[in-house]
């Protein structure tokens, strides 16, 4: 049997330079042989008209479209079939995905990684983020807001731009040319504390070398290792035994970024962090992590918020909330679960990521959120709750408008 393919999966945000960056690739490939899938919204795939012009694959060959949606969601199972047609009908080196500009990238990496017919034939090589150095400014650069990327149900362009980031082995900061140099030095910073172990390359007109994009990087055990959860077990090592605890991380930094690490082991009020959530201040860029909210449903909530965009999720019962005999079992086969004696596995860990953010008064806020002895002792289920009450369920807390 023959050595799995690679592949080499290409995202951004509409306009970033992924389709310029393809054609680079396919004109500079040198002894490679390249197949080609791209994905566009519509009826008329356009990106997959502008590669085959510049290719010798012709589209119902080398080049594989799949149109009028998404190769992450919707067209999830013509992506599959798509792939292992071209594994099984042509002899090429290497696989190169691109993404339409409101897919992302993790979905379509588990494709190659889980056990389907398409992971028996091919591995991941890399993941590559395009990035339009301005529209990333624009949105994360001092009072910067990004809006929604595509139509009124798609989520903001601040959550593609960043999970894009956070989960590429390489990043490209492409359009230099639109931003001034402390810009683009800000947006790198910015880039390198998302995606702390990443390739990082600035150029203009996606001028990349082909090698670079090429190269195996991608480790599955390390491809969800973004910036927010290394700081959390960097700063779990250093936390108190109380859990009461934040460390403010401070790299090699000159335009201001930094992240806040906050632990604690008191449930926050449901409004008081609803409230506080509505008023984050726009130099927190990214926050992520597990909250504790006193509800009467005792579930564990991951908080998401990426610029202008918040989100809560109720992802299911804490462990301590179960039967004993499901707890012991739990607790067995994690090892390293972090439990307290009194409130077991309940507890909030929190990462914010920002430019110039006033980590004191962050802190201070949270804490504010908290529950005050009087309340500790009253019936949590009282509170009024603005959160969701089923697992799997979401609250949109704020998001720019359309």
């Not at 202008?308 to 301590?320: K, Q």
Request: net charge negative; proline share 5%; aromatic share 6%.
């Amino acid at each position: 049997m023959r050595d799995p393919i690679p592949v080499t999966i290409l995202s951004g945000s509409l306009g970033a330079g992924k389709t310029t960056l393809l054609n680079r690739l396919l004109a500079d490939a040198g002894d490679r042989d390249v197949a080609v899938l791209v994905n566009d919204m519509g009826d008329i795939n356009v990106d997959a008209e502008l590669v085959s012009q510049n290719t010798d694959l012709a589209v119902e060959d080398g080049v594989t479209e799949l149109s009028n949606g998404c190769i992450c969601c919707e067209l999830q199972d013509d992506l599959e079939t798509a792939v292992v047609r071209l594994a099984r009908d042509r002899d090429f080196d290497h696989l190169v995905v691109e993404a339409s500009g409101i897919s992302e990238p993790r979905p379509v990496a588990r494709l190659f990684t889980t056990g389907s017919q398409a992971a028996a034939r091919y591995e991941v090589a890399s993941v590559v983020a395009v990035v339009d150095s301005r529209q990333f400014y624009d949105a994360f650069g001092d009072d910067g807001v990004a809006t929604r990327r595509g139509d009124s149900d798609a989520r903001p362009l601040s959550d593609l731009l960043v999970e894009g980031v956070e989960f590429a082995t390489h990043v490209v900061l492409n359009k230099t040319d639109l931003v001034t140099p402390d810009e683009l030095d800000a947006v790198e910073e910015m880039v390198r504390a998302l995606r702390p172990d990443a390739e990082v390359v600035r150029t203009e007109h996606s001028d990349v070398d082909p090698d670079l994009v090429f190269e195996r990087r991608y480790d599955p055990e390390t491809a969800d290792d973004a910036g927010w959860k290394q700081a959390l077990e960097v700063g779990h090592d250093e936390a108190d035994h109380d859990g009461a605890d934040h460390d403010h991380a401070h790299p090699e930094t000159v335009y201001g970024v930094t992240s806040v690490t906050y632990r604690r082991r008191r449930p926050f009020h449901p409004q008081r962090l609803y409230r506080f959530l509505t008023d984050l201040p726009a130099s927190v860029v990214r926050s992520k992590g597990t909250c504790w909210i006193a509800t009467g449903d005792d579930l564990s909530y991951t908080l998401g918020q990426a610029g202008p965009s918040v989100r809560m999720t109720a992802a299911g019962p804490w462990i301590a909330s179960l039967p004993e005999f499901e707890q012991d079992a739990y607790r067995r086969n994690r090892s390293n679960l972090d439990w307290d004696d009194e409130w077991g596995d309940r507890r909030t860990e929190l990462v914010l990521i920002g430019r110039g953010m006033d980590e004191d008064a962050l802190v201070a806020a949270l804490d504010d959120c908290l529950l005050t002895d009087d309340e500790m002792a009253a019936a949590w289920d009282d509170f009024e709750n603005p959160f969701p009450a089923d697992p799997g369920d979401d609250v949109v807390v704020t998001e720019p408008s359309p």
